[in-house]
């Protein structure tokens, strides 16, 4: 291609919406430009690296066994209302009427659409296994649409879908999955983590992310120094170091008076422990939540952080918000920051960590006061001990008890084991060679396609641009001809260019009559892995540059081996 003919409308400043560096370099490089919040259009470039990453999933699902399909992305709403998902989705579920004022939405996934053709189409174990999947466009109306492409509203998914006879067929499937997403973004060039993960809206009963490591992610990524040991932090299972029994009992014994005591206008932990001089850890923190199942508490130790995600889940609850400021009040007749175990007349749920403490300091349920020496058991009843709060880099791996590392990721991947999850709601059987009908067990597995481009970026770029992986660049070669107007250039210039067009080569000319810095500047930004600079004085000496973009490393080649050695390079 040859840029004066290209739109590629890069910009010299830092784009305000801008937030992250991928987010900058994607408009800078004229990847992306915004039509509305979260809805962006992929120009020339940022199209031409869509599709080479699409690609390499194309090869690698294809490779695998699945089948590619195309499945429509206006669903009508009664599928949705039978798998109970019309109502659970929530806002997230772009909802909208025909002209006849029947329902449908913008599909966000597709385990519904795929069911419901599965459940027509197969009869018989012969027809399974089965894998399709599609690249396609989704839509879901999140609520905090951010970091370009990255998090998007509209964006482009490949999701695939499995079918199996049996349990052992399934998480055959899932593995080969997990085996290919691998493959998949190993090709892509990134560095990345498969960690265990929720299942969440999704369902289903185990799952996996892949996570780009890369310090502008939104999640949290847990591994071990010691084993192979990965979760998110939503997942991240707490190591309870034992404690001697003696030991409880000795200390059982030790049970002082409870006291309320005045804390005129502290709240947060940091704020009382100061003030009553103890350590953070000698209090413990109670949050009240709104859950589908009324009010409840829940508390931890005063220097853990509640995990809401595993609160949920340990309460097998659909809805967990974080009660606002009136009906704390409400509930325990103080204002937030104040709340405490003592008499309050809710479910009360702890983090294991609170178990076998004693003699702490919780709020009083009252403004500017805090119990102190208050026990479980004679004080207060707790309902139910979980793991529901945040690893910490020093805790220790829950398998190996070696020291664990916090880093970001971008979920740039997810598969999931759904089971029967579908199959059993929308009725997906198929009869077995016994002639005996039974549920199909299904796997879903997805891979963000713009969230992959942007967390390539993540990971490579440097203060002058982007540094694209040689798989997915947009163009392999850049041709810079230094000087537009000289023909020796220009005839040198076209050359290379033609035969590197005949070698199947993606390569971008840029034939603008431009100054060499301005076009010097553009390529570094849009990051071709290879340039080719060809300029009147090494061409005199039968020379021509080239630069690696990774590196900024400059080679100076003979003209006529420079063909066989770029093609090397590729
Ligand atoms: P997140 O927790 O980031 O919202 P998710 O768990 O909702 O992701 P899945 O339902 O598992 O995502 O979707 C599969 C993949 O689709 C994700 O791993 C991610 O790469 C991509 N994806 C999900 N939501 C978005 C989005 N809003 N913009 C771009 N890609 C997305
Ligand atoms: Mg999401």
Avoid at 366 to 372: G, S, V
Wanted: glycine letters at 8%; charged letters at 30%.
């Amino acid at each position: 291609m040859r840029y004066s003919k290209m739109l590629i409308p890069t910009l010299k400043e830092i784009p305000a919406e801008a937030e992250v560096i991928s987010h900058t370099l994607m408009l800078r490089a004229g990847l992306i430009r915004k039509l509305a919040a979260g809805i962006y259009s992929l120009l020339p470039l940022g199209l031409s690296v869509t599709k080479k990453v699409e690609d390499i999933i194309r090869e690698e699902m294809n490779r695998s066994g699945a089948q590619e399909v195309l499945l429509p992305t206006v669903q009508p709403a009664e599928l949705w209302k039978e798998s109970g998902r019309w109502e659970e989705y929530g806002k997230e579920l772009l909802r909208f009427k025909d002209r006849h004022q029947r329902e449908f939405c913008f599909g966000p996934t597709h385990e519904e659409v795929i069911t419901d053709l599965i459940r027509k189409e197969i009869r018989s174990y012969r027809q399974l296994p089965l894998n399709l999947y599609q690249i396609q466009t989704k839509f879901r109306d999140e609520i905090r649409p951010r970091f370009g492409i990255m998090r998007g509203r509209e964006f482009i998914m490949k999701d695939a879908y499995s079918f199996d006879c049996d349990e052992t067929g399934a998480d055959e499937s899932y593995k080969k999955m997990y085996d290919t997403y691998c493959r998949i973004f190993e090709r892509c060039g990134l560095r990345f983590k498969a960690v265990e993960a929720e299942t969440g809206i999704i369902g289903g009963s185990f799952s996996h992310e892949f996570m780009v490591l890369a310090d502008s992610g939104e999640e949290g990524v847990v591994f071990c120094n010691g084993c192979d040991y990965a979760a998110n932090i939503d997942r991240a299972e707490i190591r309870i170091e034992e404690k001697g029994n003696e030991g409880e009992k000795k200390k059982m014994m030790m049970m002082k008076e409870i006291k309320k005591v005045n804390t005129p206008g502290r709240k947060t932990v940091e704020e009382v422990s100061r003030y009553l001089k103890v350590s953070p850890q000698d209090l413990v923190k109670t949050l009240i939540f709104e859950t589908e199942n009324g009010i409840i508490a829940g508390l931890v130790r005063g220097d853990h952080q509640i995990n809401e995600t595993k609160l949920k889940r340990f309460l097998d609850s659909n809805i967990m918000v974080l009660a606002g400021d009136e009906t704390v009040k409400e509930v325990t007749g103080a204002p937030s920051g104040f709340a405490g175990p003592v008499d309050l007349n809710i479910a009360i749920f702890a983090d294991q960590g609170v178990k076998g403490m004693q003699n702490f300091i919780t709020g009083a349920n009252e403004i500017d006061a805090h119990n102190i020496n208050v026990n479980i058991g004679r004080d207060f009843e707790i309902k139910g001990y979980g793991d529901i709060r945040n690893v910490r880099e020093d805790d220790k791996c829950p398998r190996c008890g070696k020291d664990i590392d916090i880093k970001r990721g971008i979920e740039v991947g997810h598969i999931f084991k759904l089971g029967t999850r579908y199959s059993q709601i929308l009725r997906a059987t198929y009869i077995d060679s016994k002639g005996k009908e039974q549920l199909i067990i299904m796997g879903c597995y997805g891979i963000g396609v713009g969230r992959t481009i942007s967390a390539a970026i993540e990971q490579n770029h440097d203060e002058n641009g982007i540094i694209w992986p040689m798989p997915i660049a947009p163009f392999q070669v850049f041709i810079l001809p230094v000087d537009t107007k000289d023909t020796t250039v220009m005839e040198r210039s076209e050359k290379i260019y033609n035969s590197l067009l005949d070698k199947k080569i993606d390569v971008l000319i840029d034939d603008r009559d431009d100054r060499p810095g301005v076009k010097f500047k553009d390529a570094d930004l849009i990051g071709i892995p290879i340039q080719v600079i060809i300029g009147l004085k090494n061409l005199r000496e039968g020379n021509i540059e080239i630069k690696i973009r990774r590196n900024g490393e400059i080679l100076k080649w003979r003209v006529d081996t420079v063909i066989d050695k770029i093609m090397e390079l590729i």
